[in-house]
């Protein structure tokens, strides 16, 4: 058995389940979950100068431009609990991002494990947005109708307050998801080449998708699920 870290992917347009499976996955796998998202969330909740400059992008459904995005997440990557690999979600979004991606973990003697596409079509999107609520303190992902919370509201792992993202309005997802075809779907192509990509069908019940990607995880170099 490998003790190779393990740096996995997940790509996939805005709602395509890429949080609710990260959830699952990073347990399986026992690796920390780096979502872009999540990390300028943080930031934003915290004011920070950072937090501030993209909150203004991700108000209007854009990217953050790479240069701010890739030095977050690349300080992320270099804390311990990355040490044994992590699961990223929303990151890489650009080229440029994975370019730059490749070659820190090049630099640091690591590859990637896997690359997992999340594919649902655009309809099926829009409906999930507008059902989504997000726990305040851990941003774990419900559904009022597809993954109700027991308790209407709360989250049920942590008691958190659950909100509705400011993002999620539909003129804004209708421009995140333009953004994700011109910006972020050229990548499928780019990991489709280097053989390590794993087209998963995201339009099925949460848990058909969890085993779909388990699946190709075992497939991957990715052996130990
Ligand atoms: P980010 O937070 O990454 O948003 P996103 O990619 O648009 O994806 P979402 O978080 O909206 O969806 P998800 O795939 O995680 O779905 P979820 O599991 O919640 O990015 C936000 C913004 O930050 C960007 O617009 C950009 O401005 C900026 N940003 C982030 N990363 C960046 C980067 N690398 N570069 C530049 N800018 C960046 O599920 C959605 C809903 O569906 C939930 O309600 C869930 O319960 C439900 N659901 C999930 N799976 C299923 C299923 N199988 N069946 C039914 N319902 C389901
Ligand atoms: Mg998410």
Redesign the pocket.
Known sequence: MSNEPRFVI?I???????????ARLCQLLNIPHV???????EHLKNKTELGLK?GA??E???????E??IGM?MERLSRPDCAAGALL??????IA?AEALDRVLAERGHRIAAVLY?K?PDQ??IE??S????CRTCGE???????PPQVPGVCDRDGGELYQ?D??KEE??RK?LQ??REQTDPLVAYYRQQGILAEIN?????D??TAELRAALAASSCTRV
Request: glycine share 12%; charged share 25%; no cysteine.
């Open positions: 997940l996939g347009p805005p709602a395509s389940g890429k949080g609710t499976q990260a979502a872009s998202g999540d990390l300028f969330r993209a992008y991700m209007r459904g854009e990217l953050v431009p790479d701010i995005t997440v979600d929303g990151f890489p979004r650009t991002q999340i649902v099926v999107l999930r947005v059902g989504r609520r997000i992902s419900y559904h009022i109708k597809f993954n993202r993002d999620d804004t997802v995140r953004v994700y995201g339009d099925q019940p949460i058909a998708v």
